[in-house]
């Protein structure tokens, strides 16, 4: 898998998710076989690059390249010089993001609300290529299949993003209307990817090894890319790579296994965060960890509680002690995601 220059491990990618997706998570997943991981989303807004949350996503210290920023906004202008801004910060790939259906991000006519203005979507794609050219830095893009069921257009803004000069194109199989209701089709995808000579990538409800065999053969995609089926199961890319080079399903991971990541993970956590924010913002990863493992409805609750990272580091190494002498592995992997909002 091919992105510009960049050579990529295998064609399995962690998708950018609204706070879920930050360096510590992204290495996370990377420890756990995904080949590839984009950032959360950065505004183009420039008077918000200093904020603590903006310098919280653009943080890539220690990460392994290539690094990639997806940036978000309405003026081509402002996102070429967004773009610039992250290269200069060690972005080595930007992501052009027209996916995000959430309603704070399109009434401002950024993310997936680009796809109702094609004229300005190529012009922001235009803008952006032409800022990363000289720095030589290979621009992507993800979207849905349109803004709603009667105005499908993601093969026209491919087409013409291909055109422009983007490098790969990503679609998640559902319109900015559904948000994340109904199921996820991919025959939109499978059409891009039909008259698209770049990289194209598949993205929604690819939740098991078998969806993942699946939308592969029914779309011929380059590259799959999951989101919130790895919240609380990093390990879902090895699951996925070793099925799809095998045929055979990997055993779930040893509960000792995920003791030891989930207690890393969260280190990395409050590193990034600090004591307080850490804390809070720990406890939907906490939850996915446990919300389908025997009590971990009940431990969920009682975590929530706690107000220090040292009480919280406690109770997850005791929780999966106990767990470790119930069982050696953990059960068999769920297949529903759970909720989050994906860009």
């Known amino acids: 898998m091919q992105i510009g220059p960049y050579t990529l491990p295998n064609a399995l990618f962690v998708a950018p998710m609204a706070g879920v997706t930050d360096r510590p998570f992204r290495q996370l997943c990377r420890q ?132 422009a000069g983007v490098q790969m194109v990503t679609v998640h199989g559902r319109t900015r209307e559904q948000g994340y209701k109904g199921e996820a089709e991919y025959d939109t995808i499978a059409a891009v990817k039909a008259v698209l000579r770049i990289p194209v990538v598949a993205n929604g409800d690819i939740t098991s090894p078998e969806k993942a065999r699946e939308v592969l053969q029914k779309t011929g995609v380059d590259a799959l890319m999951i989101g919130r089926a790895a919240q609380g199961r990093p390990w879902i890319f090895r699951e996925i790579g070793h099925y799809l080079a095998t045929g055979e399903h990997l055993a779930p991971p040893l509960v000792a296994e995920v003791r030891r990541a989930l207690l890393e993970h969260l280190q990395d956590h409050y590193g990034l965060y600090g004591e307080y924010t850490g804390v809070r913002s720990a406890r939907k990863h906490i939850g996915w960890y446990v919300r389908s493992l025997p009590g971990g409805e009940d431990f969920r609750e009682c975590m929530n509680a706690l107000e220090t990272s040292e009480q919280q580091l406690a109770a997850v190494a005791v929780y999966l002690d106990g767990l470790a002498q119930q069982m050696d592995r953990l059960p068999a992997s769920r297949s529903e995601p759970v909720m989050e909002i994906e860009l």
């Open 32 to 163: 756990f076989g995904a080949g590839y991981a984009v950032s959360e989303m950065v505004t183009s807004r420039k008077d918000l690059w200093h904020t603590l949350k903006t310098s919280r996503r653009a943080n890539h210290e220690g990460e392994p390249g290539p690094i990639a920023v997806q940036i978000a906004g309405t003026e081509p202008a402002m996102m070429a010089e967004a773009a610039a801004y992250n290269i200069d910060r060690g972005a080595q790939i930007i992501d052009i993001n027209m996916g995000c259906p959430a309603k704070k991000v399109c009434n401002k006519w950024a993310g997936s609300a680009l796809m109702q203005d094609e004229a300005l979507a190529l012009q922001i794609v235009e803008a952006v290529v032409a800022a990363c050219e000289p720095h030589r830095v290979p621009v992507t893009l993800k979207m849905r299949t349109g803004w709603c069921q009667s105005h499908k257009n993601a093969l026209a803004i491919a087409r013409a993003a291909e055109s």
